[in-house]
């Protein structure tokens, strides 16, 4: 189970309450920052003439495939993100236990 | 406020919030550091190829043992706070 989960199950309920609406409000704050940015980083590395008002094929592929791939390439980092952070927290308990035994 | 022996309440939220904080930021900070050194921007396709997505397992790996070592550093010239 994530640590920070099992964190938050120890406070009581309306703290609880508190940090579940903190966490909604971060992620939609997160989802619009990285909307933007993705906008953005698909716009520069697709767009670079301005012979028209309106994206050609060419553009619009382009930028489909940016906006797919990011999407993708974030998706695995999350996941490598996660095994390496409770790998690193499993690696902490134990060096805890060890320290604790040692006494 | 608090009771002599139990941790502030709010200070542990703030707490919470800062260490979230902190992991949307490392998140981000990793996802846009390995796009940038794995990724072909010229887009032929909307997929990940295997190279591509070998160097973000290893991009991934090493972003988290650098933070490791700045953590370390940072904390033995006396602690983050």
Redesign the interface.
Known sequence: MDP?LA??QN??GD?QQ??MQ??EQ?QVR?SLR?YNSLVERCFR??VSEFRSKDLNAGEE??V???????M???A???I??GE??SE?ESQMQAMMQQQQAGK | MAQAGQPD?AA??EM??Q???Y??N???A??SS??EK??D?R??????SVG??SC??RC??KY?QVT?IVGQMLGAQGGMQ
């Open positions: 920070n964190a938050m406070l009581p703290q508190q940090l903190a966490i971060m997160d990285m590395d697709c592929k382009c489909q495939s940016c906006a797919t791939k990011f993708k390439h974030s695995r980092v999350g490598r993100f390496l952070s690193a | 309440p542990a939220i919470a919030k260490e979230m904080d992991r949307v490392l998140f981000n990793m996802v390995c796009y794995c990724i921007k887009y032929k396709d909307g997929e990940l591509e997505n973000i397992d991934s790996s988290w490791g």
